[in-house]
């Protein structure tokens, strides 16, 4: 089992930065990717960015340029780093590990960021 403790959100005004931080714990080992997602109210749960093992990464148009995924391996923590946010970017943000062997996906709790314009 893996579990994933996220940390990082709050409330930031438009324009700033903040880094968002997924711990993982327990069967880290054949994690293929991590992830973050975010929902934001009356919407559906979209894909923010993704990091493979290898380390390639991949975004979602909206936050390209302005947001950067990455992990650090020794600490089975991952990192999302949020710079130029805007209040479209106003969501819970959740992380996400994946095993693509076993088909095993596991979510965060979530944690909140709100942009203020």
């Known amino acids: 089992q893996v579990q994933l403790v996220e940390s990082g959100g709050g409330l930031v005004q438009a324009g700033g930065s903040l880094t968002l931080s997924c711990a993982a714990s327990g069967s880290t080992l054949t994690i293929d990717r991590y992830g973050w997602n975010r929902q934001a109210p009356g919407k559906q749960r979209e894909r923010v960015a993704v990091i493979s093992t290898g380390g390639s990464t991949n975004y979602a148009d909206s936050v390209k340029g302005r947001f950067t995924i990455y992990r650090d391996n020794a600490k089975n923590t991952v990192y999302l780093q949020m710079n130029s946010l805007k209040p479209e970017d106003t969501a819970v943000y959740y992380c996400?590990?994946?095993?693509?062997?076993?088909?095993?996906?596991?979510w965060g709790q979530g944690t909140q960021v709100t942009v203020s314009s």
């Open positions: 996400y590990a994946e095993k693509l062997l076993s088909g095993d996906f596991v």
